[in-house]
């Protein structure tokens, strides 16, 4: 089984995003990724270790008032990065279009669904690579000197494989987030896989204010 994990980029204050999270009830650890950047992990759910990161971002940036960007990675095959903003999606990557899978709909057709729940006729797939890989968009989420180079690449896909078979969601996304400038580490992990020996440690927000 590969790696899967729903994280936040939010960029503003610690007492906004504190503010967010407790006001909503979420449990979450939230650690600084880079100045004014933090990594905002909330826990899974029990049955389907999934976190729903997308309403609770779009909170994030309505008290912020800057961007955030969540990101989805699943079995290390595909991820997406869905920009926020003014409490809405404004921009949405897809590492690969041509990843689907099949199910069959209210009618008992068969279809194909992408990861970004597109609905495609089984005899017409989408074509395979990104999609949304504009690292125009991404770019103001980093810091310092931002390697537009490099993060246009990562979101394309052009990462070295570094003698692994395949290039895995995870390590791309890590390769995006040090385009950025910012620290992968608490980004790229579930809440469940938190370091909290991390530097600098993460904070760890309680439903119950803690």
């Not at 899967?4 to 007492?15: D, F, K, M, R």
């Amino acid at each position: 089984m590969g790696t899967s994990y729903q994280t936040i980029l939010a960029v503003g204050g610690l007492a906004e995003i504190r503010r967010v999270l407790t006001d909503v009830g979420t449990e979450a650890y939230v650690t600084e990724v880079g100045e004014g950047r933090w990594a905002v992990v909330p826990r899974e759910e029990e049955e389907s270790g999934y976190a729903e990161v997308d309403d609770l971002a779009q909170l994030i940036t309505l008290l912020t008032r800057e961007p955030a960007v969540t990101f989805d990675v699943f079995d290390s095959s595909v991820m997406s990065a869905t920009l926020h903003a003014g409490g809405r999606e404004v921009h949405r990557y897809l590492s690969d279009r041509g990843w689907v899978t099949e199910y069959w709909d209210d009618d008992d057709n068969e279809v194909l669904a992408g990861f970004d729940g597109t609905i495609y006729p089984v005899d017409a797939p989408p074509p395979p690579g990104p999609s949304g890989d504009d690292p125009g968009v991404f770019a103001p989420l980093g810091v310092g000197a931002v390697d537009t180079v490099g993060l246009g690449a990562a979101l394309r896909g052009q990462v070295p494989l570094d003698g692994e078979p395949r290039l895995f969601a995870e390590c791309q996304h890590r390769a995006v987030l040090e385009a950025l400038r910012l620290d992968p580490c608490p980004l790229t992990r579930p809440f469940r896989h938190t370091h909290l020996d991390h530097v600098p440690a993460p904070v760890h927000v309680r439903p119950d204010g803690g």
